[in-house]
């Protein structure tokens, strides 16, 4: 089943003409699903290898490389350096008239790329080692992305501004700006990822990366934290932020999870039980979880 999905996309899915995450708008340059074809590609090229099948591992290696190449590349806002999920040059109308330039799928393609787990190569064979991922989570471009995010998405839903005068941390997140399903609302799973990507960029930071003075100065203002140093723990307190505020706002449900958050009223909405929802919830408080197994000192 794997090899026949990812033949297809090598040879012949790339550039279709495909739907978004939100199955509302198609296009053949959409920023979720060339990061995730690109992860699939290069977990698929490591599978081949294991299994010694060479053939398969070049194909879907060069799929990945040359055909996909760097996904963010058609995908940054020339005016303000942020990520959007239409592509800037050749965009389809009807991405454009949605403006989902803007839209909540960039923050799940951040954690979605399929960075390739601790380990690389672990294969029976040699193999290439893969591409690094398009974007690291402390980088320049995912700050400002999330500065962008945090003022449309602040603007956007009453329930946010009510929550920051009330000094409750944290942002809820939706799905883009002309979003009408159910009046256009805070989506759980979107929130949660913001969560994800905070603890993701925690975890680089513990593990060795260094954030140079432009992302330090990026993620103050995407933060508006004059205080923010760079540091594992300042990112997890990020990351708990997000899920602070998202706490309130389900823990009256007994923590049930729904799809959307209503954007006036502050109450959960639509589709009770959500499937997705609990599963990017699970993803953020294992990664939180694991951050802090990193942080933690060995005892002897």
């Not at 509302?24 to 995730?36: A, G, H, I, P, Q």
């Not at 799929?63 to 999920?85: K, R, S, V």
């Not at 998405?153 to 399903?181: H, M, Q």
Request: proline share 4%; aromatic share 10%; glycine share 8%.
């Amino acid at each position: 089943i794997i090899s026949a999905d990812l033949d297809w996309i090598a040879r012949r899915g790339i550039d279709r003409w495909t739907c978004d995450l939100w199955e509302e708008t198609k296009d053949r340059d959409l920023l979720w699903n060339r990061m995730t074809m690109r992860a699939a590609l290069i977990h698929g090229h490591r599978f081949a290898s294991d299994i010694f099948d060479t053939e398969r591992a070049s194909l879907y290696l060069h799929a990945a490389e040359a055909l996909i190449g760097d996904p963010l590349a058609n995908h940054t806002a020339t005016n303000g350096g942020f990520l959007t999920e239409c592509a800037t040059i050749g965009s389809g109308l009807s991405c454009r008239l949605k403006r989902k330039q803007l839209d909540g799928s960039v923050i799940l393609s951040l954690i979605h790329d399929g960075m390739v787990p601790d380990g690389w190569p672990s294969g029976n064979i040699a193999q290439e080692r893969p591409p690094d991922p398009p974007a690291w989570p402390t980088s320049v471009v995912v700050a400002r992305t999330v500065e962008a995010y945090n003022k449309a998405f602040c603007e956007s839903y009453w329930i946010n501004r009510e929550d920051s005068a009330a000094k409750v941390p944290g942002i809820l997140y939706g799905r883009y700006a002309k979003d009408t399903y159910g009046r256009g609302n805070p989506w759980v799973l979107i929130t949660a990822s913001l969560a994800t990507l905070m603890f993701r960029a925690a975890r680089s930071v513990v593990q060795g990366v260094r954030l140079s003075i432009p992302e330090v100065d990026s993620w103050r203002a995407a933060l508006n934290w004059s205080g923010f140093t760079g540091s594992s723990d300042d990112f997890v307190a990020a990351g708990d932020s997000v899920l602070s505020r998202l706490r309130k706002h389900v823990e009256p449900d007994g923590f049930n999870l729904f799809e959307q958050i209503d954007k006036v009223s502050g109450r959960q909405y639509n589709a009770r039980d959500l499937t997705w929802s609990y599963a990017e919830v699970f993803i953020a408080l294992i990664e939180r979880e694991e951050v802090l197994d990193l942080q933690r000192p060995i005892s002897v």
